[in-house]
């Protein structure tokens, strides 16, 4: 019988890699290198094997599978990266971006090891239900993670469908392509700010890291006296989410209001989810989530304002137990279904 699986979380930064066993504890710590996503495939291709291998290594057992947690559009059936934005190499005056690369099969050739992979926000949904908040036993869970960009993930079980379903535990909504659950690019206001998507009013271009800051760089010469401004000694280059957060935690009203305003933008899209997959479980990862309770106040105010009440009664909303690893147990969970399904 298999006792353990590696996790992968595939960055453009970072490639990190661990052995896991069934309940999701960790052989070993993570290896880390840099993934060198601008060089080429197979520069980047490199990196993961070498990633991989150290860290079977380290954990000093046999692997009964690879899970991959990838950025982008992922064809999970074909072990295909269909489109990664921040993946490729520069040609001349164009980056050519990642387009149909079969990354599962180099991975699998290189390694003779079944490989498995999926969105990194789908799978760090996944992760968290089987790991985390959701405990494996969630009647369904959806994800938010809060950074760079708003990636997310839709857990389902068989609480949440009618008719034959048998299944045990929860499965990931991927849609017919692998593309589903860009939660982030829900839309709050078509007539809203452009998104990096193309789009307007993304929930993402209200909430994201760049928008909290522009917000915060606003409110902070807006307001000359305030806590934030002063940390910044005069200088709005230097203001971050943490930053607004460290005010916060000191009581300015400035910082406290901007995580009001970014929680009551989460809250309405939050709420519009509950309405829509009527889960158990409502998880906030990311970095940002670390802002705490002036963001969660401010959400849990607004979904009750807009969710469906009997709907928001069966539902938690809380944030994401395992922030830190989310890519590489989401790569875990995945890998352990696929280890299952062969038995």
């Not at 994201?208 to 902070?220: G, Q, S, Y």
């Not at 940002?288 to 969710?307: E, N, S």
């Amino acid at each position: 019988m298999a006792t353990a699986v590696v996790g992968v979380d595939l960055g453009g930064t970072n490639v990190r890699a661990a052995v896991l066993n069934r309940e999701g504890e960790l052989l070993s710590a993570p290896v880390q290198h840099p993934s060198r996503a601008q060089e080429g495939f197979r520069i980047t291709l490199e990196q993961i094997v070498l990633t991989i291998r150290e860290a079977i290594d380290a954990s000093g057992v046999a692997p009964a599978a690879i899970g991959m947690a990838v950025p982008g559009h992922i064809d999970s059936a074909r072990g295909v990266v269909r489109w990664a934005p921040n993946f490729g190499e520069q040609r001349g005056e164009i980056f050519e971006v990642w387009r149909d690369v079969p990354l599962g099969d180099a991975v699998r050739a290189r390694l003779n090891l079944p490989v498995v992979m999926g969105n990194d926000a789908n799978l760090a949904a996944l992760g968290e239900y089987y790991y985390g908040v959701g405990r494996g036993q969630a009647r369904g869970l959806v994800m938010l993670t809060l950074g760079t960009g708003i990636g997310g993930g839709v857990v389902l079980t068989r609480h949440q469908v009618q008719g034959n379903a048998h299944w045990d535990g929860g499965v990931l909504l991927v849609g017919l392509g692998g593309g589903a659950g860009e939660l982030g690019h829900a839309i709050l206001n078509f007539g809203g700010p452009r998104c990096g998507c193309g789009a307007r009013g993304c929930i993402e271009a209200y909430a994201k890291r760049d928008a909290i800051v522009e917000l915060a760089r606003e409110e902070a010469r807006r307001n000359p006296n305030s806590l934030l401004n002063a940390l910044t000694e005069g200088d709005p280059a230097k203001i971050t989410p943490a930053l607004v957060s460290q005010a916060a935690e000191q009581g300015d009203p400035t910082a406290i209001a901007i995580w009001q305003e970014i929680g009551a933008y989460l809250g309405v899209a939050i709420a519009t989810f509950i309405n829509i997959f009527n889960p158990e479980v409502v998880a906030i990862g990311g970095q940002i989530a670390k802002a705490g309770a002036p963001l969660f106040d401010a959400i849990h105010r607004t979904v009750r304002d807009y969710a469906l009440p009997t709907l928001l009664q069966d539902c938690q909303i809380a944030p994401a137990e395992r922030i830190e690893d989310a890519g590489i147990l989401g790569g875990a969970a995945l890998a352990w279904q696929a280890v299952e399904a062969r038995r």
